[in-house]
């Protein structure tokens, strides 16, 4: 059974809230508080001094980790909302982008 866990988020990595108020939006991990519990903010309706305590099986979380974020709270343990804000919009482009690439390839 203990296959079946999924694997811990790290701090940077994006996720898509599944469930609350902000159902369908893209966060940033903050913090890891415990194996069940993270904090997550976006960098606007979510700042990261106000950041939003959520249970991991509420998120999905994403393969991309953001190494600027990850990088800035390493070195200070904090990070910019304009960082948060970027690498959220950073992982929607590359997205995007790549969903374009794969319709324009079928089509």
């Known amino acids: 059974m203990g ?4 694997p811990l988020p790290v701090p940077g990595q994006l996720a898509q809230v599944l469930k609350g108020k902000e159902t369908g939006s893209y966060f940033v991990i903050v913090r890891l508080l415990n194996h069940r519990m993270v904090e997550i903010a976006d960098g606007d309706r979510r700042k990261f001094d106000n950041a939003k305590k959520k249970n991991i099986s ?7 980790v953001s190494v600027e974020v990850q990088k800035s709270l390493r070195e200070t343990g904090r990070v910019t909302n304009g960082k948060l804000r970027f690498a959220i919009a ?12 794969g319709e324009s390839a079928d089509g």
């Not at 296959?3 to 999924?6: L, M, V, Y």
């Not at 509420?58 to 991309?64: A, G, K, P, V």
């Not at 950073?90 to 690439?101: A, E, M, Q, T």
Request: glycine share 4%.
């Open 58 to 64: 509420h998120l999905d979380l994403q393969s991309y």
């Open 3 to 6: 296959s079946d866990q999924a």
């Open 90 to 101: 950073h992982y929607l482009d590359i997205g995007f982008s790549n969903i374009r690439k």
